[in-house]
């Protein structure tokens, strides 16, 4: 029985590694980079044809007022001092783990007291406390940052539209230049694919 208990992932490591893992899946979108494949959703879908395009009268104001929201969406989008605070504690926290790993191990192996099993089911316990708060607030984070991924792919969809209905009106191309996508899918050059 001893032997299956030092070889046994407790309950907190499995929840150090889950936060982790939410941790590493929110990071790239709260720094901006680029998703990794595994991150990475599928391809881009065209314009959707509930899409509205912006009417053409308003297409310079409504492009300006974008300007404004994406650079409050950065601000939004930064890292967060709870999510940074718990990025910086992450390697105190595998320390911690690591260390009481290996106590909990050789106290199993010298038959503690019920005092000692006690105390080490607090030690652990109360990591796995703290992992749960942590995977709350980087849950909700995530959720935050889905939900603002969610209404760019909405944005793009109706920037797409209203460049397609601009030139299908014939609007002059400086109307219709504007008319472009923001966000994350938007090339660097400022053109569309």
Same mark, same amino acid.
């Given at each position: 029985?001893? %032997? !299956?208990?030092?070889?046994?992932?407790?309950?907190? $490591?499995?929840? %150090?590694? $889950? /936060?982790? /893992?939410? $941790?590493? #899946?929110?990071?790239?979108?709260? *720094?901006?980079?680029?998703?990794?494949? /595994?991150?990475?959703?599928?391809?881009?879908?065209?314009?959707?044809?509930?899409?509205?395009?912006?009417?053409?009268?308003?297409?310079?104001?409504? @492009?300006?007022?974008?300007?404004?929201?994406?650079?409050?969406?950065?601000?939004?989008?930064?890292? =967060?001092?709870?999510?940074? *605070?718990?990025?910086?504690?992450?390697? %105190?926290?595998?320390? &911690?783990? &690591?260390?009481?790993?290996?106590? #909990?191990?050789?106290?199993? @192996? @010298?038959?503690? @007291?019920?005092?000692?099993?006690?105390?080490?089911?607090?030690? +652990?316990?109360?990591?796995?406390?703290?992992?749960?708060? +942590?995977? *709350? *607030?980087?849950?909700?984070? /995530? =959720?935050?940052?889905?939900?603002?991924?969610?209404?760019?792919?909405?944005?793009?969809?109706? $920037?797409?539209?209203? !460049?397609?209905?601009?030139?299908?009106?014939?609007?002059?191309?400086?109307?219709?230049?504007?008319? &472009?996508?923001?966000?994350?899918? !938007?090339?660097?050059?400022?053109?569309?694919?």
């Amino acid at each position: 029985m001893a %032997a !299956r208990a030092v070889g046994a992932r407790p309950a907190a $490591w499995s929840g %150090a590694l $889950w /936060a982790l /893992a939410v $941790w590493l #899946t929110v990071l790239p979108a709260a *720094t901006g980079a680029q998703p990794t494949p /595994a991150t990475t959703a599928g391809p881009t879908a065209a314009p959707t044809a509930t899409a509205a395009p912006v009417p053409l009268p308003e297409i310079a104001t409504r @492009s300006d007022d974008l300007g404004v929201y994406l650079k409050q969406l950065e601000e939004r989008l930064a890292p =967060t001092e709870e999510t940074q *605070t718990i990025e910086a504690q992450l390697p %105190a926290l595998d320390d &911690r783990i &690591r260390g009481l790993r290996a106590h #909990t191990a050789s106290a199993i @192996s @010298s038959s503690p @007291s019920l005092h000692e099993v006690d105390e080490l089911l607090d030690q +652990w316990r109360s990591l796995q406390d703290g992992l749960s708060d +942590w995977g *709350t *607030t980087l849950t909700a984070r /995530a =959720t935050l940052l889905g939900q603002e991924l969610q209404g760019l792919d909405e944005l793009r969809s109706m $920037w797409l539209a209203t !460049r397609e209905s601009a030139k299908a009106a014939g609007a002059p191309a400086e109307l219709a230049g504007s008319a &472009r996508p923001a966000g994350p899918h !938007r090339p660097r050059g400022g053109e569309l694919p």
